[in-house]
């Protein structure tokens, strides 16, 4: 009777023992526990000596590896690499899939946009002495960067404008002529009207030719 005691207590103690997770820090300490939770940045277990006690929580940063009673063994890297490593994958994918934005020549080149706001405030001058009639107040030429850029092949500058005034004396809104300015690659300029304000003012800035 004794000997089968005995054979319960060693039965009972090795399937104790074999139930235990390891926790394995980086400090070579280890601790003996029940895992509860493997989460993203940390570990929370119980002590294997203290099943219905408190919860503890330990940083995946501060573990080497934990090896779990069925023998399994699962090994850490630091976590914040691996959240950081995960983000930039994700974004790798992302790239992948979508068109990165073109840089733009012009406003990378801070002389040469020097030169498109000279060109586009000139042509804007010009706009305003053949097609604004009598005296005029808070006139503006506008460079429309987006729809700017600097061909790759034929070398021209397309420069966007939207140049806008007041005629004197008058309560009304102002007046706007919309188009764009061609450079060419031996430096010449053509004037494309796109649009302006309304269809009676239309003949002027359509025939408009820059001096």
């Known amino acids: 009777m004794k000997k089968y005691s005995l054979l319960i207590v060693f039965t009972f103690l090795t399937t104790w023992i074999s139930a235990q997770d390891m926790i ?5 300490a280890i601790v003996k526990a029940k895992i509860t939770e493997v989460g993203e940045e940390s570990i929370k277990y119980k002590k294997s000596d203290n099943p219905d006690g408190p919860t503890y929580s330990i940083s995946k940063d501060n ?46 080149d801070p002389n040469l946009k020097k030169t498109v706001e000279g060109i ?38 397309n420069i966007a404008i939207k140049t806008s005034w007041k005629p004197k004396w008058t309560d009304g809104s102002g007046k706007w002529i919309k188009g764009k300015i061609v450079v060419k690659a031996d430096g010449s300029k053509k004037w494309v009207y796109q649009n302006d304000n309304g269809l009676a003012f239309s003949s002027c800035p359509k025939g408009f030719k820059i001096q």
């Not at 394995?24 to 070579?28: E, Q, R, S, T």
């Not at 107040?137 to 061909?151: A, I, M, R």
């Open 120 to 157: 586009a405030r000139d042509v804007g001058e010009q706009l305003l002495r053949s097609c604004a009639n009598g005296k005029i107040d808070n006139s503006t030429t506008e460079v429309y960067w987006d729809q700017t850029f600097k061909d790759a092949i034929s070398k021209e500058i």
């Open 63 to 108: 573990i080497t590896s934990i090896n779990y009673a069925n023998g399994e063994v699962e090994k850490f890297a630091d976590a914040k690499k691996q959240v950081e490593k995960k983000e930039n994958e994700d974004e790798d994918k992302q790239e992948e899939g979508e068109e990165k934005p073109k840089k733009n020549e012009i406003l990378d």
């Open 24 to 28: 394995v820090k980086k400090d070579g």
